[in-house]
Each structure stands twice: as structure tokens, then as C-alpha cells.
């Protein structure tokens, strides 16, 4: 699955890079996409070349030019503020249905309770009806490390997620598996999920391995 949608500001763009030629262009804009797409960028040159689709002696003549766009790190001040926002967002939106799911809850047990009879027991049977909008099941009060539509994940599975999936932005993917994960239903969507991000995270393992120098790596074949 693909990261949020990552806005371009055209205008920016053309107005900062109209001096640069069509190669460096298209390094900063692949420079870019994988600090969007990974939450950052490695600081070391060989990996750097490889990511702007460059050979080293290329990358050595177009990095001075490039790195004046970066802050110390190769962090991109604007790529930041629009993860920031995305994920500013989706906290926003995720608490809002957290505290609907909530109410909602609350007033179906208010129903029961003044509907039930001396012989009937109060119970809350979560029939189809009494699942939320988004297909996830009332919060019951419990506290969520991350917490968005259908997915939502309690400190010890975050944690768990973080442990396994260590080369990926866990939260920008999450939010980006957030519509897919309602389709696969409440019954199922923890286990596609993790199967969604295990192969993100391997996909990411596979991108480093190809960009390191080394024996067997075509990209650096025939470099001295």
C-alpha cells in the first residue's frame, strides 16, 4: 500500500529549482519521494546515490547543489511540516470517531438499561447493528497508541508492530492502510494489516540492500 498522498507545491518547486539542470531536477524530486514515502533519508553518500539514480561520480558533481535544499541530515523542512500535518490530521479525525464511538456505546447501554425488565438480564450484545460505522467494535474506554477508522492498536500491539517492522514509518502507514483495512472487515483486518506492513518492511530491507555497495550489486557494476 502506498503512504498518504504527499501534496506537491508546483510553484515552490519551479521557483526554487530553475537553476538546476534536468538530472539534478530529477534527483531532488526522488530525493524527495523517499523522504516522504520512509519518514527520512540516509546521511551517506553511496545510499544517496542510489536513491537519486546516480552513479557516484554524478552524485560527487550534482550533491553540492542538491544538499542546499536539506537541513543538516538530509532532512527536508517542508516534506516535515506536510508529515507533521498529515499525521496532525489523522489524530484529529481519529479521536473524533473514538469519542462518537464512544457516545454511541454509551447510548445503546442507556437504551437497554431502560428498556430491561425485573427477569431480563442487562446485557449488550454486539450485534451488527452495535458495530460502529467504520466496522471497529466500541472502545469500551480502552486507550489507543495509534487509532484511526477500523485499525486500532493498544500500546503492547504498537509496540509489538514497531519491534517487527523497524525500517518503515509505522504511523504513515497505518493511516495509509486505513480505508483498505475496513474493506477487509472487523474480523480480519488486524491480520491483513500486519501481512501489509511485513511486506512494506521488507520491501523497504530490499531497497537499502540495493542501494549498499558491494559484492553482487548491479547498480554499482563496472565503478571504480
Given at each position: 500500500m502506498n503512504p498518504p498522498k504527499m501534496p506537491v507545491h508546483i510553484g515552490d518547486f519551479l521557483r526554487d529549482t530553475g537553476h538546476l539542470?534536468?538530472?539534478?531536477?530529477?534527483a531532488y524530486l526522488l530525493l524527495l519521494f523517499h523522504h516522504w514515502s520512509t519518514g527520512g533519508l540516509p546521511d551517506d553518500d553511496e545510499q544517496?546515490?542510489?536513491i537519486a539514480r546516480m552513479t557516484r561520480a554524478e552524485?560527487?558533481?550534482?550533491?553540492?547543489?542538491?544538499?542546499?535544499?536539506?537541513r543538516p541530515g538530509w532532512r527536508h523542512g517542508r516534506?516535515?511540516?506536510?508529515?507533521?500535518?498529515?499525521?496532525?490530521?489523522y489524530e484529529a479525525r481519529a479521536k473524533a470517531g473514538a469519542q462518537g464511538?464512544?457516545?454511541?456505546?454509551?447510548g445503546k447501554q442507556s437504551s437497554s438499561?431502560?428498556?430491561?425488565?425485573?427477569?431480563?438480564?442487562?446485557?449488550?450484545?454486539?450485534?451488527?447493528?452495535?458495530?460502529?460505522?467504520?466496522?471497529a467494535p466500541p472502545t469500551n474506554g480502552k486507550v489507543y497508541a495509534f487509532e484511526d477508522g477500523i485499525i486500532r492498536l493498544t500500546e503492547k500491539?504498537?509496540?509489538?508492530?514497531?519491534?517487527?517492522?523497524?525500517?518503515?514509518?509505522l504511523r504513515a502507514e497505518l493511516l495509509s492502510l486505513s480505508r483498505w483495512a475496513v474493506e477487509q472487515g472487523p474480523d480480519n483486518w488486524f491480520h491483513a494489516v500486519k501481512g501489509a506492513l511485513a511486506k512494506k518492511n521488507q520491501q523497504a530491507?530490499?531497497?537499502?540492500?540495493?542501494?549498499?555497495?558491494?559484492?553482487?550489486?548491479?547498480?554499482?557494476?563496472?565503478i571504480t
Amino acid at each position: 500500500m502506498n503512504p498518504p498522498k504527499m501534496p506537491v507545491h508546483i510553484g515552490d518547486f519551479l521557483r526554487d529549482t530553475g537553476h538546476l539542470r534536468a538530472p539534478s531536477t530529477g534527483a531532488y524530486l526522488l530525493l524527495l519521494f523517499h523522504h516522504w514515502s520512509t519518514g527520512g533519508l540516509p546521511d551517506d553518500d553511496e545510499q544517496l546515490a542510489a536513491i537519486a539514480r546516480m552513479t557516484r561520480a554524478e552524485w560527487k558533481k550534482a550533491r553540492p547543489i542538491i544538499e542546499k535544499f536539506f537541513r543538516p541530515g538530509w532532512r527536508h523542512g517542508r516534506v516535515e511540516e506536510d508529515l507533521a500535518a498529515a499525521r496532525k490530521s489523522y489524530e484529529a479525525r481519529a479521536k473524533a470517531g473514538a469519542q462518537g464511538g464512544k457516545a454511541k456505546a454509551d447510548g445503546k447501554q442507556s437504551s437497554s438499561n431502560a428498556t430491561a425488565g425485573p427477569d431480563q438480564p442487562l446485557t449488550l450484545n454486539l450485534a451488527k447493528k452495535d458495530i460502529a460505522p467504520d466496522g471497529a467494535p466500541p472502545t469500551n474506554g480502552k486507550v489507543y497508541a495509534f487509532e484511526d477508522g477500523i485499525i486500532r492498536l493498544t500500546e503492547k500491539d504498537f509496540g509489538k508492530f514497531e519491534q517487527a517492522f523497524p525500517r518503515i514509518d509505522l504511523r504513515a502507514e497505518l493511516l495509509s492502510l486505513s480505508r483498505w483495512a475496513v474493506e477487509q472487515g472487523p474480523d480480519n483486518w488486524f491480520h491483513a494489516v500486519k501481512g501489509a506492513l511485513a511486506k512494506k518492511n521488507q520491501q523497504a530491507k530490499e531497497r537499502t540492500e540495493r542501494a549498499a555497495p558491494g559484492r553482487g550489486n548491479p547498480l554499482f557494476e563496472g565503478i571504480t
